[in-house]
């Protein structure tokens, strides 16, 4: 098992390194200057040859890319160029929030997902089964800025049940820090007041995210399930007297269940890009707001760390889900060797 760790941290790190290398050249393509942006409309040419020498904007392309690179790998991300304050400062306060608010989300599309796939397969073609389908082809046809909108005229604005938007009341206030997950924290300080404001400001934006996920593994769980009550060992242990929940949970389940597995590491890229238009909508403040204001003023290094980290953490949860399922199929280790 150490040694299939091993392989896929290092299958892991030539992909990181061609992330930062295209995101560079991204961002040194379009056609936003943020010298101009931070010189302003009235600036002379002579002022935005000095704030292009500053940052270094007037270097040919491969130095800039040279230095970039040994910028991250010294854990140096630099200055933002908007805001000047240390780029890690702003994601080290935001990346909590979008991490705390992408895992619940993606616990909501699991913990639903999978029961939801799983009868709908044993009920397949019947009455269930169709309702499940008709719900996984919305989940992922609806916009999920749309779905947010609604939310928020119905929940909080007509029947005023839940927030319309921020992480927590400003009367209840922040948690001390610890991990910077709200919903953690305040259960480590025994703030019980503060976890359930929490928690209310979560439910909107983790319902709207997590939509499109519930979607995609309910298919995906149903779809397994369906082919492994075709398989022999399920046809024997039903001859064999195994009644119907016991072979189903125990058995069909665990075998289905890993293409699942292996979904969710992707799922969880596509929540954290579908992250920014929900965070912007319910003005919760992580890595996606700062995302969208970092496009606004052009600000490419802030640009720059947000893909980084989303990255990173990207590739962790994917080694995290492929060990995960290596314990739950061990024939996937044996296949890499």
């Not at 200055?79 to 304050?85: D, L, Q």
């Amino acid at each position: 098992m150490a040694r299939y760790i091993l392989r896929r941290v290092l299958l892991a790190l030539p992909a990181l390194l061609g992330l930062v290398l295209l995101t560079f050249v991204l961002t040194r393509v379009i056609p936003a200057d943020p010298a101009a942006t931070l010189a302003g409309d009235a600036a002379t040419p002579a002022q935005l040859g000095e704030i292009r020498a500053r940052y270094g904007l007037d270097r040919p392309l491969w130095e800039q890319a040279v230095t970039h690179v040994r910028q991250v790998v010294s854990g140096d991300l630099g200055n933002s160029i908007f805001s000047g304050r240390p780029v890690m400062e702003e994601i080290r306060f935001r990346l909590p929030a979008t991490l705390e608010l992408t895992f619940v989300a993606l616990l909501l599309a699991a913990g639903l997902g999978i029961p939801l796939g799983l009868v709908a397969a044993l009920d397949h073609n019947g009455p269930v089964d169709h309702l499940v389908r008709v719900v996984s082809v919305g989940g992922l046809a609806i916009a999920s800025f749309w779905l947010a909108i609604m939310l928020q005229l119905l929940f909080s604005m007509e029947w005023d049940l839940l927030p319309l938007r921020g992480r927590i009341d400003v009367a209840a206030g922040a948690p001390a820090a610890v991990t910077g997950f709200f919903l953690i924290d305040s259960l480590l300080a025994g703030r019980l007041d503060q976890f359930a404001d929490a928690l209310r400001h979560l439910v909107l934006p983790a319902v709207t995210l997590c939509l499109p996920g519930l979607a995609s593994i309910a298919r995906f769980t149903r779809s397994g399930v369906l082919e492994t009550l075709q398989k022999d060992f399920v046809l024997y242990a039903r001859a064999a007297g195994y009644g119907r929940v016991r072979l189903a949970a125990i058995y069909v389940l665990r075998n289905a269940v890993t293409v699942t597995v292996a979904q969710i590491g992707l799922l969880f890229g596509a929540l954290i890009s579908g992250a920014v238009a929900v965070e912007a909508i319910y003005d919760w403040p992580g890595l996606g707001t700062y995302a969208v204001q970092a496009i606004l003023a052009a600000d490419y290094k802030a640009l720059l760390a947000v893909t980084l980290v989303v990255g990173v953490v990207y590739a962790v949860v994917n080694v995290v889900v492929d060990v995960v399922q290596a314990l739950i199929d061990p024939r996937v280790v044996e296949q890499v060797k």
